[in-house]
């Protein structure tokens, strides 16, 4: 089996990759890195295409085990969260339903 080679990320990737494995939505990460929403929306997908991810998830992950960005904020939240820290994290990190997510559960209604 062969290694995947990632090519590097540009500091304003790694940095709204830093904030989506944060939780924070596209708008969220717009404010803080203080640009557009598009321009957000622009630079995750070029991490997906780099890490060669098929959403945020996946991107966050590979970047983290190759070490392209740090993840020290959750082990810091979870420290500081105490024993409720599962709980306020799957809050934080639920799945916000996208048009698409519907489309498809709409469907296997149907069905």
Do not use: W, Y
């Not at 590097?8 to 790694?14: D, M, Y």
């Not at 709204?16 to 557009?36: D, K, P």
């Amino acid at each position: 089996m062969t290694t995947a080679t990632f090519r590097k990320l540009a500091p304003r990737q790694a940095e709204a990759l830093s904030h989506r494995a944060r939780g924070l939505s596209n708008a969220e990460t717009a404010q803080a890195m203080r640009c557009s929403v598009a321009n957000v929306s622009n630079l995750l997908a070029e991490c997906f295409f780099k890490l060669h991810a098929r959403n945020s998830v996946d991107a966050v992950a590979k970047a983290v085990k190759h070490g392209l960005i740090q993840f020290a904020v959750v082990a810091s939240v979870i420290v500081g969260a105490g024993p409720d820290a599962s709980e306020l994290l799957r809050t934080r990190f639920q799945r916000r339903p996208t048009i698409q997510t519907i489309r498809i559960r709409n469907r296997e209604d149907q069905v």
